[in-house]
T-cell receptor, first 115, second 112 residues
Framework: DTEVTQTPKHLVMGMTNKKSLKCEQHMGHRAMYWYKQKAKKPPELMFVYSYEKLSINESVPSRFSPECPNSSLLNLHLHALQPEDSALYLC??????????????FGQGTRLTVV | QKEVEQNSGPLSVPEGAIASLNCTYSDRGSQSFFWYRQYSGKSPELIMFIYSNGDKEDGRFTAQLNKASQYVSLLIRDSQPSDSATYLCAALDSGGYQKVTFGIGTKLQVIP
């Protein structure tokens, strides 16, 4: 199993809604990441979890709240988002703490639309 | 601000030709570099990583790194229409070993 699975694939939410994005991997990877990608832009790092602890928060607004319940699961809780938060949200995992240096995989992403 | 620069393209090459994709980076301390392929609407897929000066070959792909010039390239030999995608260059930040800065990506079109 070399997959990072993200659910849902598409999400439309209102600005007052609370929703969560889910990411799961069963490759034994110990680092997991959330990236945000807007159209025709590169992925931008949001959060990094290493051994289930938050190691990097790229000054992301508090309306985005990450959670790592266990080594296989990564959530992103969303609350009071703005239309400009509409983007493709990508989860990734890597075998070690060096992203991409060995085996690193992205999930298929959740396309989020905030209305 | 650490940056990775790429020409957004599109770069058009005929089928069977060599596609050459280039990238420069600003963080002189970066040690590891990656090429990702991203099809439209899909997630990035790691093609190659390189951390030593020189060439690294994997099948039809060759990555080239020149740290003195802060330059990374990707050559795709015998280009196929299925290679048509956006290719993202990325560099591992020197200050944070888990942070990777991506370039905007070069859109490659392989013409049959």
């Amino acid at each position: 199993d070399t997959e990072v699975t993200q659910t849902p694939k598409h999400l439309v939410m209102g600005m007052t809604n609370k929703k969560s994005l889910k990411c799961e991997q069963h490759m034994g990877h110990r680092a997991m990441y959330w990236y945000k990608q807007k159209a025709k832009k590169p992925p931008e790092l949001m959060f990094v979890y290493s051994y289930e602890k938050l190691s990097i928060n790229e000054s992301v607004p508090s309306r985005f709240s990450p959670e790592c319940p266990n080594s296989s699961l990564l959530n992103l809780h969303l609350h009071a988002l703005q239309p400009e938060d509409s983007a493709l949200y990508l989860c990734a995992s890597s075998q070690g703490e060096l992203f991409g240096l060995t085996e690193a995989f992205f999930g298929q992403g959740t396309r989020l639309t905030v209305v | 601000q650490k940056e990775v620069e790429q020409n957004s393209g599109p770069l058009s090459v005929p089928e069977g030709a060599i596609a050459s994709l280039n990238c420069t980076y600003s963080d002189r301390g970066s040690q590891s570099f990656f090429w990702y392929r991203q099809y439209s609407g899909k997630s990035p897929e790691l093609i190659m990583f390189i951390y030593s000066n020189g060439d690294k070959e994997d099948g039809r792909f060759t990555a080239q790194l020149n740290k003195a010039s802060q330059y990374v390239s990707l050559l795709i030999r015998d280009s196929q229409p299925s290679d048509s995608a956006t290719y993202l260059c990325a560099a591992l930040d020197s200050g944070g070993y888990q942070k990777v800065t991506f370039g905007i990506g070069t859109k490659l079109q392989v013409i049959p």
